[in-house]
């Protein structure tokens, strides 16, 4: 791995298997991240964009596989870690958002109650400290603290994301 990478994607390809023939949705794609930067993977529907981050997150479906390639975040070859490793990372260190956001939120439920209780149930975080938590991160992203007492509906669709 190059000494100034964060993140870094090399020849990954994925393909999928339909009866006994595997056909490639992915094909060698490549790219190097140093810490600050932003990437963006355009491409026209059905070219492979959520194949290629379902792959790299480690989250395929069954009839799919890495054919070859590696990918590195922080040093760490992510295709070799085990599940137990990985969830470790999920949502602390690496996390994906997908473009339809509003699905992924509970309409009748709070925004910031859906992360507190996030952090408490996985993190085992304390209720208090775990809204302080959730305040600490809507100052960083941008967004008011109190906006966390909002409901889903009323976030534009970035806000969501």
Known sequence: ????????????????????????????????LKKGETFG???ESGCGKSTAAMAIM??????ARIREGTVWFQGRDL???NQTELRELWWKEIA???????????PVKKV???IVEVLTVREGMENKLA??????????IG?????????PHEFSGGMRQ
């Not at 967004?143 to 409901?151: N, S």
Request: net charge negative; aromatic share 12%; charged share 20%.
């Open 1 to 32: 791995m190059r000494h100034d990478s964060y993140f870094r994607v090399k020849d990954l390809s994925v393909e999928f298997q339909l009866g006994k023939n595997y056909y490639t949705a992915v094909h060698q794609i490549s790219f190097d």
């Open 41 to 43: 993977l355009a491409g």
């Open 58 to 63: 480690r989250m395929l479906q069954d009839n």
């Open 79 to 81: 295709l070799s870690l």
């Open 96 to 106: 994906m958002i997908f473009q339809a956001s509003l699905n992924s939120l509970n």
């Open 112 to 114: 910031g109650q859906q």
């Open 131 to 140: 809204w302080e938590r959730v305040e600490e991160l809507f100052t960083l």
């Open 143 to 151: 967004i008011q603290p109190g906006r966390a007492r909002d409901y």
